[in-house]
């Protein structure tokens, strides 16, 4: 199930007892929780009694609601809480989100449960992937109502910047779009947050045109992972650490910045490669969804890499990766730093 589609089934059997929530798009699995929390059990009429009163108030008021994270959560707590019978509400309601920091141990001792939920319960597993070769994951995705928060397509963006600008009262011209489009290719956390400030920023009624977008990216703290990855490829670690430290400061997350280079960096390599291979810019640009005005930008930076320094790339990544999940997690600065100066000294080769 998609998360477009949680609505109606909510609407059509209610709550069931499992859902797992995965896939690596933040902002789907954020609004799908979201979609859970705000569920009110229409056919309960404990519910329906409190409607009036309860009107605009958090939704914990009709369910008892508890997060819990799979790095800091043992299953007994987990168990605990989705075997105890709700007194003061009508059902409830246990979020585990990083479901895949909880270790095989405790997930194992979970399947019992997954076989017989307690129905006046519903447990929700929340990862951005799991290993699906251990038999606690197996167990979970073949008992649950999945809900897939897989990243859109290149092909879909559009599509959904189109949907969320009119859900905004937005309209937007062609160009504003495929902007935005290029936005939500590197998240849609980030696309949002742009389609609200130009909800501000643009009169009603009035077109978004595509210097609107410029315009209002222009009053944002941070800089876009096209512009990190252009300053890597210019050799300008000066510039490239004050777009890093930007989006630190706006409140970015570091996986989520390193998340989004990475991204950037394969379709960098995979137009490298197609070229390198006899293909043509038209075409690659086609591949990867370039709108016309960033693709003489794009392969700027791409003649600018070798082949070699995608290689040496992925290891400083991989790196990078580790040091920030680790005992460096709470560094993040000096992380980047050496991310930067790295990448950029391979960027000469």
Known sequence: MKPAELPSALKRHGLVALYLVIGEEDYFRDQTIATLRAWKKVD????????????????????A?????????ECQEILSLV?????????????????????AKHGEALIPYFHAPNDSSTLVLSAPKLDGRTKWVQTLKSKATVIDCAPLFDTHCLGWVKQEAARLGLK?????????????????????????KLALFVPTGQTVTGNDVVAVQGADTGASVFDLAGAIAAKNPSHALTIVEKNLEAGEAPLRILGALLWQ?????????ELARGGNES???RSLGLPPFRQREFFTVVQRFSLSHFSKAWKVFAETDSFLKGGAAGSPHRVFHSLVFALCLGARD
Request: proline share 3%; net charge negative.
């Open 65 to 73: 609601c508890d997060i819990l994270y799979g790095d800091e959560t």
């Open 265 to 273: 960096y394969r379709r960098l390599w995979k137009a490298k490669d």
């Open 83 to 103: 075997e105890e019978v709700p007194f003061f509400s009508t059902h409830r309601l246990v979020i585990l989100k990083w479901a895949d920091k909880l270790s």
């Open 44 to 63: 309960d009429p404990a519910t329906k009694a409190d409607e009036s009163k309860n009107a605009g108030d958090d939704p914990d008021d009709v369910f």
């Open 172 to 196: 937007v011209d062609q160009e504003a779009a495929l902007l935005l489009k290029d936005i939500a290719a590197e998240g849609l956390y980030r696309a949002r947050r742009e389609l609200d």
């Open 283 to 285: 075409k690659v640009a």
